[in-house]
């Protein structure tokens, strides 16, 4: 089982950046593909990207790619969001989540694959 807590949101302004973080403890974190998704009010749940359990492969949105970039440090059991140019309609509630396989693949970019979840963090992207 995994436990995952995401740190680093905030309130910025457009065009700015942030770095989010999920930190997770439980079974080893590199037999997880790990994932950042996000909700933002009224709106349902949506990938935003996914990063195999090596690192090595990795899957974005189409709105968000170009400007956020996912990567993990499995010494330190974290994975991180970095976000630039953000922009008003990046804000929402962003989670973190673990998909129990090593291997990347297209299932990753559905949020009911995944066996665990953050608690969220809020993003806000005033204009």
């Known amino acids: 089982q995994a436990q995952l807590v995401e740190s680093g949101g905030g309130l910025v302004q457009a065009g700015g950046s942030l770095r989010l973080s999920c930190a997770a403890s439980?079974?080893?974190?590199?037999?997880?593909?790990m994932g950042w998704f996000r909700q933002a009010p009224g709106k349902e749940r949506e990938f935003v990207a996914a990063?195999?359990?090596?690192?090595?492969?990795?899957s974005y949105a189409d709105a968000v790619k170009g400007r956020f970039t996912i990567s993990r440090d499995n010494a330190k059991n974290t994975v991180y969001l970095q976000m630039n140019s953000l922009k008003p309609e990046d804000t929402a509630v962003y989670y973190c989540?673990?998909?129990?396989?090593?291997?990347?693949?297209?299932?990753?970019?559905?949020?009911?694959?995944?066996?665990?979840w953050g608690q969220g963090t809020q993003v806000t992207v005033s204009s």
């Open positions: 989540a673990a998909l129990n396989s090593y291997y990347y693949s297209p299932r990753a970019r559905r949020p009911d694959e995944y066996d665990y």
């Open positions: 439980g079974r080893p974190f590199s037999t997880y593909t």
């Open positions: 990063i195999s359990g090596s690192g090595g492969s990795t």
